[in-house]
């Protein structure tokens, strides 16, 4: 039986930021970040698995779903999705919780969990590090490019955005075309917020914007600055045919960034059967693993206050 979920809705400087609530109010509170171009329907299938005593956020990042896109001009980041987090959970009044960020959204939450350790107790990444870094000789011509494509896209748009509208099977179509590996019925979770209708059809949702080069990267050095930071419990949760093979990091840093995590006593890994969505094309093979790692994180804090009194 599918779980219901509730609207979510924070007001922002720029709009507001959109998202699905699952759970009771005073359950376990979970925050839950989607990957790149994706949106909180990324979770659709994996959440209603988890203990309905938990209460499970999923936000559509800015510029995804429903969420309203950052202003004219401004750019995509890290820095920026991480203050949005910092929104979100201040909205919420949750002092102390849990991550379940998967890709982008899993660096967002490594991020996140480096500069406030004291609100994370657990961090599960699935297929992703933590952390997303690059070669320092790549930085200059990055930041380059992605200032280059803001001012030519500026330029086209000078006379209003053109959208392209789509028939529904034409934007699955598309949408599955740059997502091979996403089973129909994860396209069609994706498409509920990540698509609305116009006169004519429908558009997608998400800004274009988020298609242009990141400007603010990471060396590896500072990505193992801030890992060394964490204080929660990490499981990292990766897909054999997943990011490794898709997305691989520069050379030597995936090792690195497992070296960081496997010296602290509180991460796990473990290597799953699957592909870069596997949390949505094939979720109970994950919902055991998860439940598993974030009860015995409530365990172990709950083992600690009390040892404190």
Known sequence: MKRAASEFRLPVPWGELRGQVWGPEEGRPILCLHGWADNSGSFNTLIPLLP????CVAVDMAG??????????????????ITDVRRVVEALQWKRFSILGHSMGGNVAGMFSALFPEMVEGLVLLDSYGFLPTNTNEL???VRQGIEEMV?????????????IYTYEKAMQRLMAANPHLSEQSAKNLLERGIREVEGGFVFTRDFRLNLKNVTRNSLEQCLEYQSRIQARVLLLM????????????????????NGYQRSKNMKV????????????QPEGLVPIITDFLQSV??????ENTAKL
């Open 52 to 55: 309905q005593e938990w209460r």
């Open 64 to 81: 995804h779903g429903l969420s309203s896109p950052r202003p004219p001009g401004v750019f995509y980041t890290f820095p920026a999705y």
């Open 140 to 142: 200059p011509g990055i």
């Open 152 to 164: 030519r896209l500026e330029e086209t748009e000078k006379d209003g955005k053109k959208e392209r």
């Open 239 to 258: 897909a054999d045919a997943g990011l490794n093979k898709s997305f691989p990091l520069p050379e030597g840093c995936s090792e690195s960034l497992m």
């Open 270 to 281: 473990m290597t799953v059967s699957g592909d870069h969505h596997v949390h949505m094309n």
């Open 298 to 303: 409530g365990s172990a804090q709950a083992t």
